[in-house]
């Protein structure tokens, strides 16, 4: 399976100048899910997909990470982008697609995702939260759906076929739970809170 690193988005919400690059623990965002993706044996390649929102994100990957492909596409959104770079990639069958801004993300976590996609057998797999974990951790999402008479919010981490890159796709919903939990990085309080969780995690180290 190959994989993508969405790190192209603007976020206005933020307002910290481009997110991947946005120091935490004295680390871009954006080598979190690179450090992840280096380690996890599930995954053949990743792209970093880059937009006209990030240029200076592209220009740091050609230096520190040159030997990773970078994907530089028209910045018209999360899937447009997303389906130019697929095109232009060349990459077929089962895509991980993950976001720039996932410091909580692990490679134990990501292989249970992997697992839990080929056990599913559907074309698509997206992982979710409760809304009730978000709000615990004092989140508030902007993303809301319903599932099973309950409120899920996206995390930022999908499974795809591209070879059905243009068809609307069966979509497993997989829900963490607050042992696992992903947050993205959108606000300054999502910051923050990343922050706090993995302080604690290293104490515990």
Not at 22 to 31: A, H, N
Not at 87 to 113: F, H, N, R, W, Y
Request: hydrophobic share 40%.
């Amino acid at each position: 399976m190959d994989a993508f690193i969405m790190a192209g988005g603007r976020g206005t919400r933020l307002n910290k100048g481009e997110k991947p690059l946005l120091r935490l623990l004295g680390k871009p965002l954006i080598t979190y899910s690179i450090d992840v993706l280096k380690k996890t044996s599930l995954i053949n390649q990743f792209f970093i997909i880059t937009s006209p929102n990030t240029p200076g994100t592209a220009k740091w990957l050609a230096k520190h990470y040159p030997e990773i492909p970078v994907i530089k596409t028209p910045g018209e959104g999360y899937v447009p982008d997303m389906v130019n770079a697929v095109k232009k990639s060349g990459v077929k069958g089962a895509l991980l697609v993950i976001m720039s801004d996932l410091p909580l993300i692990t490679q134990a976590l990501l292989e249970q995702i992997i697992h839990i996609y080929k056990e599913k057998g559907t074309d698509a797999l997206s992982v979710h939260l409760p809304i009730d974990i978000c709000k615990k951790f004092g989140q508030r999402p902007d993303t809301v759906f319903h599932k099973d008479c309950e409120l899920i919010v996206p995390v930022g981490i999908n499974i795809l076929n591209v070879d059905k890159i243009d068809s609307e796709q069966e979509d497993y919903n997989y829900l963490l739970d607050e042992t696992n939990m992903i947050l993205n990085v959108n606000t300054i309080e999502d910051y923050y809170i990343c922050k706090e969780i993995l302080n604690q995690k290293k104490g515990v180290q």
